[in-house]
């Protein structure tokens, strides 16, 4: 498994922990999904004016979110490896976190799962396909054994 990373924001200190936690949590759902890991993925952690313009720009919504996932185009994929690009808003993490009560590493690694889930075609939109892919979220954060 391949991870890229980007920061570009001030909000937390990405730590090499972090990363691996990361890296864990994709390697989860991976799991969960009985997918090989043989996959490349791109995490960028960015704050909430630069999530809040992505937002607006490719989905019309123009408000700050906590998570994006940009699935890879199908013309681009090779061999399947290619799952696509994830966008973390580091500012939503902590807030989330202290109103969950819960640590910022729990908030990531559920991110982290959310997005690719996404990635992999879940969606949340419809009440029936939100309700499966909060099982798998349930499935993978278990695998990972992190619970509220």
Known sequence: MEVYYDDRQDNINITDEMKNLIEKSIKAVLKVEELDDDVEVSVSFV???EIRDLNRDYRGVDKSTDVLSFPMDDEFIIDNRILGDVIINTRRVMEQA????????RELSYLTVHSILHLLGYDHIEDED??????RE??????????R
Not at 98 to 105: K, V
Not at 130 to 135: A, D, G, I, L, S
């Open 138 to 147: 349930k499935l993978s954060m278990k695998e990972l054994e992190i619970y």
């Open 130 to 135: 939100k309700k499966e892919m909060r099982e």
């Open 98 to 105: 202290e109103e969950l009560g819960h640590s910022h590493e």
């Open 47 to 49: 704050g909430d004016e």
